[in-house]
T-cell receptor
Framework: NAGVTQTPKFQVLKTGQSMTLQCAQDMNHEYMSWYRQDPGMGLRLIHYSVGAGITDQGEVPNGYNVSRSTTEDFPLRLLSAAPSQTSVYFC?????????????FGDGTRLSIL | GQQVMQIPQYQHVQEGEDFTTYCNSSTTLSNIQWYKQRPGGHPVFLIQLVKSGEVKKQKRLTFQFGEANKNSSLHITATQTTDVGTYFCAGKRYSSASKIIFGSGTRLSIRP
């Protein structure tokens, strides 16, 4: 099993460009989430999904869109990139049951906006 | 909104010394998870605490969930160079369906 796979690993964009960060998991996890990590800020939740067709906002959703058409995939879209979105982005997934399950993280996407 | 704070932000210790990081939430949590992130890596799950006052141990690591379900701590006894990294706590409010919020993390560095 590959676990959680994120692509690309690195990306440089110009202000105003759009792009999609891909996230796929092969563990049949219902719960998937996107975090951004900035120095000294920890991991901040952008959007999350508890199953196919269901998404919700996290702490810092502005400037990002998500969709969950399948259990396996949870892409994150930047509609019009801004320098403030320069960050490391992590996708995570877990089972969703009566109690919380550990989140499995991808290797991250390092995104720079010029 | 829910906030999860961790202190200290940084800790630099001599190898062999003990290390403790504290996690404090503004709201009551249904559980606490702890993760470790090595430099340049991704967070890796360490443990989950679900009961008030719960204490769990993993070799040199001791995890504690506070009596009021609003704070937690991670204590490492006799640190080793392999302990280097950033330690995060993460929690979820009872009233939140699925939103798991991470603390700001404590970065541990070690002098050999």
């Amino acid at each position: 099993n590959a676990g959680v796979t994120q692509t690309p690993k690195f990306q440089v964009l110009k202000t105003g460009q759009s792009m999609t960060l891909q996230c796929a998991q092969d563990m049949n996890h219902e719960y998937m989430s996107w975090y951004r990590q900035d120095p000294g800020m920890g991991l901040r939740l952008i959007h999350y999904s508890v199953g196919a067709g269901i998404t919700d906002q996290g702490e810092v959703p502005n400037g990002y869109n998500v969709s969950r058409s399948t259990t396996e995939d949870f892409p994150l879209r930047l509609l019009s990139a801004a320098p403030s979105q320069t960050s490391v982005y992590f996708c995570a997934s877990s089972f969703r049951g009566q109690s919380d399950q550990p989140q499995h993280f991808g290797d991250g996407t390092r995104l720079s906006i010029l | 909104g829910q906030q999860v704070m961790q202190i200290p932000q940084y800790q630099h210790v001599q190898e062999g010394e003990d290390f403790t990081t504290y996690c404090n939430s503004s709201t009551t949590l249904s559980n606490i998870q702890w993760y470790k992130q090595r430099p340049g890596g991704h967070p890796v799950f360490l443990i989950q605490l679900v009961k008030s006052g719960e204490v769990k141990k993993q070799k040199r690591l001791t995890f504690q969930f506070g009596e009021a379900n609003k704070n937690s701590s991670l204590h490492i006894t006799a640190t080793q160079t392999t302990d280097v990294g950033t330690y995060f706590c993460a929690g979820k409010r009872y009233s939140s369906a699925s939103k798991i919020i991470f603390g700001s993390g404590t970065r541990l560095s070690i002098r050999p």
